[in-house]
């Protein structure tokens, strides 16, 4: 049997779909529009990931990521002249460093009270974007951005769009690769047996710090992504609204694999946005889908797409 | 404004938070679990009783009756069909429950804001009669009535603890479920006793506090944030500590944007927190136990 490269069974598939996704969009403006919040969402999601899924702990700062992620696309455009491409590596960078400093002042917490530290970060980052008048422009926020400059090639919206799939399909890959790597066992068992993988001589809160901003980094990237797509962004662009839906993307789509944050969102953005029929209650539906799913169906979609698959393949995968 | 009142103003947000803490206390004593859907069930007595007066015409304290009860089956609810099926599944593990809480409390939320609109309604005073008024410093009647409130409240729930028979069950279970269970204690039901109990309470002290600034579907959140705080710096030492965490947190809610204005007092609950959870992570008060 031919060697095949892990994690590719995920990749082909989640082409496809995008491939499929893409064609359906075309040129319809709204349907680009939830596009790239799907993408956003994944990426929040995405962020999630490692430090949630992987490491074990529930930190819920991921809307000042993104803010962050979105701030860096703002400023950067309107108070400098640099290249906007920069926006994309400075955000994810000061989202790492911002994602870090947190994880040392609550490197000692886990479960709720770590959960509740990140949710009070989260408010205070956004007081702190409605405080900060002179800088972050208030509650207003910043709007009017400049368009992608690549030396003189400025991508249509369209692009934007294709790029935004294919930026989620790299990061759900490469995600999907970490989790395999012997990096992502060591941080999947430090999540079940953190005290054996200290004695085997891991550092544990190190490993934690760097989920951490492997994590923050990817929400900044989404958050830059919508600023860019939405021409403006404001304190309330990224609510916790957004950081409970993350949470639950994974359980719905399936956690087994980052592939199911990016189905989770997908399910996310059609029942909340692209649902006229349950337009006001997309929402509420989806939570208490969420409840559902977590007492009756724990491994979600995909687990239960695979589990399917191993039936009629008749073996296991 | 004189500075009383400002201290009146502090102490009336202490009660409240300390009421939330103390609903958080009684879970947590009971179920060992930090039940964060307390603060959506105190939305749900707020709002529901505001709607119900407002759009339906009804009595106030019929509504006010009907949004009690709704928040203790909520609570009940959350018990039965969420916390226990997800805690006998995933054992021990924080995290299966910490994720099912939040999913919970983001169903009420929603659920809040589908039957009950998402704007924020005023709150409806349960009883009219003349401010009272000490000096220059004026109690409103909502005030009055949730400072009373609290008083009783803390001391029915230290007596209930202390001197019945479902108190020390409430006791003996949280302290170890396990030997609990082994001793054939009602396990599940002195557990759903602690989630009805606080959520009753939970609804009253939404309603009363609705009148200060109002009751949104979103207000939920928050709300558990503060009563988790307030139940975190007290401590679990006494059933008195959450409201003494209650009252220090409601010092700093008001006293910090008096002096730094805007929303100071979001970073001063998170400093708070931050300085709690690193160096006295057991609160103020801590249970001592005799060796």
Redesign the interface.
Known sequence: MKQRVPGSVGLICGVVVAALILLWVGADGYRQTLVTTTATYALVALGMYVPYLMA?S?SMAYGAYAGIGGYAVGLLSTRTGLPLVLAWIAGPVVAAAVAVLLGL??R??????L???T???G??FT??L??AEGLSGGSGGLGSLRKLNFFGWEPSHYQVVIGSVVVVCGIAFLLDRLRMSPWGVVVRTMRDAPRAVEAAGVRVPVMNLVALAIGAAIAAVGGGLFTYSAGSVTPDTFT?NLV?LA??MP?IGGSATPWGAVLGAVIAVELTLNFPVIE??G??I???G??VI??LA?QGVIGYAARLARLVGGRRG | MGQLQLWLSALEMGCFFGLLALAYYLVLVGAGFFNFAIGTYAMVGGLCTSYLVLYEDMNVWAAAAVAVLASAALAAVTELAVVRQVQRRSGRGELPALVAVAAVLFAIQQLGGYLFGYTTLPGQNLATFDPVSIGDTVAQPSTVLLLGFTVVAFAAAAAWIRYTRTGRLLRAVGDSTHAAGLLGLPVNRVRLIAFLLSGLLAGITGLLFAPKAGVSSLSGLSWALSGFLAMVVGGTGSVWAPLAGGVLLGLVEVFVPYYFGGQSHVYGLLLVALLFFAFKPSGLFVRRIRA
């Open positions: 074990g529930l002042a609550t000692r917490l886990s479960g709720f009270f959960a509740a530290v949710l009070l970060f408010m205070a007081a702190l409605v405080d916790l409970f949470i639950f359980l006001t209650s929402t509420l989806l939570a208490l969420v409840l977590l007492l724990p």
